[in-house]
């Protein structure tokens, strides 16, 4: 779509080339839902409007995916979505269900928003269940439309008071101040770490104190908890953080503040030998594809340090495991997309050369307190791609 028709394409459309999701006040968001439904009302009593049922929404296709490249080498990159628009509307027998859907998200959130409450998305799955079970079956209805209201009205997923539900935590050589003056110093807790909370409000009035070196980001719970067990960051001087699997937003938010409060500080990710260890990087990397919107917001410069091909000679070839259909399937989706890096594809290529996969854990082949050698080892030596 040609960038003089962004306005006509969009409600709320600013005339700039990458479209993004900006953070509002709830004022702000309760009157874009006021404009939107004055809009469709004014729609549906204009006579000469022929499309009356349709929603205009930012395209979250792959034709309107880009990554936006850093233009220096430790700048951060981010997947970015265009302003080409794809829409909801009534009178398509495959979207009827999915446009009503729009319209009671909004309503859900224009109620929450004027009650100054916040709710995560599997509240809000289980109100729109209770109140409109036609329209709401599974958790991934909430999910997708959550994301057209995002589309639609350009404001971020916490602006409509939806709130993260984190399972991150972090430890090591960091002390957060919150917004009530109490400090926690995440270097005396035990190995279970500080618990990130989902409220991103909380996290970004946080003030960081820390004399660390590096940033770990680790992909599994146990291994963060191998690691914080061993006090990794007593010898080595670094942050220790997890999401415990897939990283959800409260996570990737706190790492991108530190990353920005701490330029310098690199950041690692050690993740499992495998398609989906890669593609949890890539999220952390450059931003999740589904939020393409926000994605830039949490976007952080992560160095891949473990594990990797290189690593191989480190396991016993009785820890190797078949890779299933589902790594199959992560694979084809990353080697399609536009963002994956020649050294990343070069070790997801040989993944699928050998069929085989590795989990960190394997590492214990050589003892439990090897891991954190290996650690400190690969980051002094460099050896990170």
């Known amino acids: 779509m040609a960038e003089a028709g962004v306005a006509a394409a969009s409600l709320f459309g600013a005339d700039r080339r990458l479209c993004s999701a900006d953070i509002l006040p709830p004022a702000e968001v309760r009157a874009r839902i006021e404009v939107a439904v004055l809009n469709f009302l004014a729609a549906l009593t204009d006579p000469a409007a022929p499309a009356i049922s349709a929603l205009p929404l930012i395209s979250r296709g792959a034709a ?5 490249r850093a233009l220096l080498r430790d700048d951060v990159s981010s997947v970015y979505l265009s302003y080409a628009s794809c829409k909801r509307s009534l009178t398509r027998a495959n979207d009827a269900k999915a446009f009503v859907r729009v319209w009671k998200v909004m309503e859900m959130c224009y109620k929450i928003l004027g009650e100054g409450k916040l709710v995560t998305l599997r509240e809000l799955f289980y109100t729109l269940l209770s ?15 959550v994301q057209d209201v995002v589309s639609l009205l350009r404001c971020t997923r ?37 618990a990130i909370t989902g409220d991103l409000n909380v996290l970004s009035k946080l003030i960081f104190s820390s004399d660390a070196r590096y940033i770990i980001v680790v992909e599994k719970d146990a291994i963060f908890q191998r690691l914080a067990e061993d006090r990794i960051y007593s010898q080595l001087p670094c942050i220790l953080i997890t999401a415990k699997g897939y990283p959800d937003l409260a996570t990737r938010f706190i790492l991108h503040r ?18 989906a260890g890669l593609a949890i990087l890539c999220t952390y990397k450059y931003g999740s594809i589904s939020m393409g919107l926000e994605s830039y917001r949490y976007a952080c410069n992560v160095k891949w ?31 399609s997309s536009k963002f994956l890096q020649d050294k990343h594809r070069a070790e997801l ?37």
């Not at 009530?180 to 770490?193: A, N, T």
Request: glycine share 10%; hydrophobic share 35%.
């Open 258 to 275: 530190l990353s920005q409060t701490y330029p310098n500080m690199p950041i690692f990710a050690l993740v499992d030998w495998n398609p």
């Open 349 to 385: 290529t040989l993944m699928l050369e050998t069929g085989k996969r590795a989990e960190i854990e394997a590492l214990y082949s050589h003892g439990f307190d090897f891991l954190g050698k290996y650690v400190a080892r690969k980051i002094v030596q460099g050896d990170y791609i």
């Open 305 to 335: 340090l473990g594990l990797r091909g290189d690593d191989l000679q480190l396991i016993p070839q009785s820890a190797y495991q078949e890779l299933k259909p589902r790594d199959l399937q992560i694979a084809k989706s990353l080697l």
């Open 64 to 68: 309107n995916r880009g990554l936006r």
């Open 131 to 145: 109140e409109s079970p036609t329209y709401f079956t599974c958790q991934r209805h909430v999910n997708q439309t």
């Open 158 to 194: 916490q602006s409509l008071g939806i709130m993260a539900s984190s399972r991150g935590a972090l430890i090591g050589r960091l002390v957060l101040q919150g917004p009530e003056e109490e400090h926690v110093d995440c270097s005396i807790l035990g190995p279970s770490g500080h």
